[in-house]
Every structure is written in structure tokens, then in C-alpha cells.
């Protein structure tokens, strides 16, 4: 699986954006994905997960209320929404699958990683 995520750039403090998670080379349906960010100098931080075998999802404390995942399969795309953005969710975004349907926060499990899409929120 090949996975490409866009949609950053900036947007002012309590704005939102939408990222995109595009697959090719096998169905992203039947795959857990996680988005996770990493912002400049600090470690990689597992944001929210969608399940591969469910609608399931599973989010990070801080963006709980302000961000959503969702899985369109006729696109074999999965987006992140972002909504009240604030300036500490600033990182460069980074989609990632997981064929055993993993998903945790452990970035270490999943399968496959897309390019990062930068994320830049200003106050």
C-alpha cells in the first residue's frame, strides 16, 4: 500500500482544515489507520485512529471535541477533520496503516507510512 497524505497549510488559530489520506495498490478498507504529528522538536505523537474491520475510532485526549476521522472507500481515502485548531497543533501530519488492524498509538505497528503534510496554525 502506498499512502499519500495532503491538506496542510496555514490557517489561523480556531480555523479548521481537512487532510487527506490517499491509498493506492490495495484497499485502505480493510486496513486500520492512524494519523499521528510531529512537531519541530519533539517526538512523533499518535493523534486518532479509524479501525480496519469497524467504523471504530479512537482519539488522543487533546483533539477529543475538535477532531474527527472518517474512511470513504469509493476514494479509498481516509480524512482527518480538524476543527478549532489552536497554534500547539502545529506539526507536520503523518497518515500510517495497519494490515493487522492495529489502532494504538505505538507508530512502531503500523505497516505503512505516507509522506507528511505540513500543519502550520497561527495565533
Known amino acids: 500500500v502506498q499512502l499519500q497524505a495532503s491538506g496542510g497549510g496555514l490557517v489561523q488559530s480556531g480555523g479548521s482544515l481537512r487532510l487527506s489520506c490517499a491509498a493506492s495498490?490495495?484497499?485502505?478498507?480493510?486496513?486500520?489507520v492512524g494519523w499521528f504529528r510531529q512537531a519541530p522538536g519533539k517526538e512523533r505523537e499518535w493523534v486518532l485512529s479509524?479501525?480496519?474491520?469497524?467504523?471504530?475510532?479512537y482519539y488522543t485526549d487533546s483533539v477529543k471535541g475538535r477532531f474527527t476521522i472518517s474512511r470513504d472507500s469509493t476514494k479509498n481515502a481516509v480524512y482527518l477533520h480538524m476543527n478549532v485548531l489552536r497554534p500547539d497543533d502545529t506539526a507536520v501530519y503523518y497518515c500510517?496503516?495497519?494490515?493487522?488492524?492495529?489502532?494504538?498509538?505505538?507508530?512502531?505497528?503500523?505497516?505503512?507510512w505516507g509522506r507528511g503534510t505540513l500543519v502550520t496554525v497561527s495565533s
Open positions: 500510517a496503516a495497519s494490515y493487522s488492524d492495529y489502532r494504538g498509538s505505538r507508530w512502531d505497528l503500523y505497516d505503512y
Open positions: 495498490g490495495a484497499p485502505l478498507e480493510y486496513y486500520a
Open positions: 479509524i479501525a480496519g474491520s469497524d467504523t471504530s475510532t
